[in-house]
């Protein structure tokens, strides 16, 4: 019956997790990015001093930058993500405070108020539809 409490709490507990694995991962990445800056001017020391180079040839330069630029990419992603998961997390607490328990605790929703809340929403989102839907 306590089912859907240890859902909860553990979904919570995944998205601090997430969370903290998206950050963890970015700051991982900029070590990498540090060591693919500094391949990035090293390829770009050496192309401006040598200027002879076979034009099919793709120079090095090129390909640090492209592994720069993707390394850049991935932080983005990963703190997007992150972003993405705190934003959730707090519309979850502002649109839905209390936990919904089975069993009738002060300070809880039981599963009927829970369910009452949904349907008026449903409603209420229906109505909105409809209220467009006449204008168009």
């Not at 390909?63 to 390394?71: A, G, M, V």
């Amino acid at each position: 019956m306590n089912q859907p409490v240890r859902l909860q709490q553990s979904s919570v507990a995944n998205t601090s997790q997430i969370i903290q694995d998206n950050i963890t991962k970015a700051k991982h990445l900029m070590i990498s990015l540090n060591l693919s800056l500094s391949n990035l001017f090293e390829a770009a020391r050496s192309e401006i001093n040598n200027e002879e180079r076979n034009p099919d040839q793709k120079s090095y330069f090129e390909k640090y930058f492209e592994e720069f630029c993707s390394i850049i990419d991935q932080i983005e992603l990963n703190l997007i993500t992150a972003l993405k998961c705190i934003q959730q997390a707090d519309n979850s607490r502002k649109y839905l405070p209390l936990p919904v328990n089975v069993n009738p605790q002060p300070n809880s929703w039981n599963y009927n108020q829970y369910l009452n809340v949904a349907k008026a929403q449903i409603k209420h989102l229906e109505e909105v539809r409809s209220t467009f839907s006449l204008n168009e």
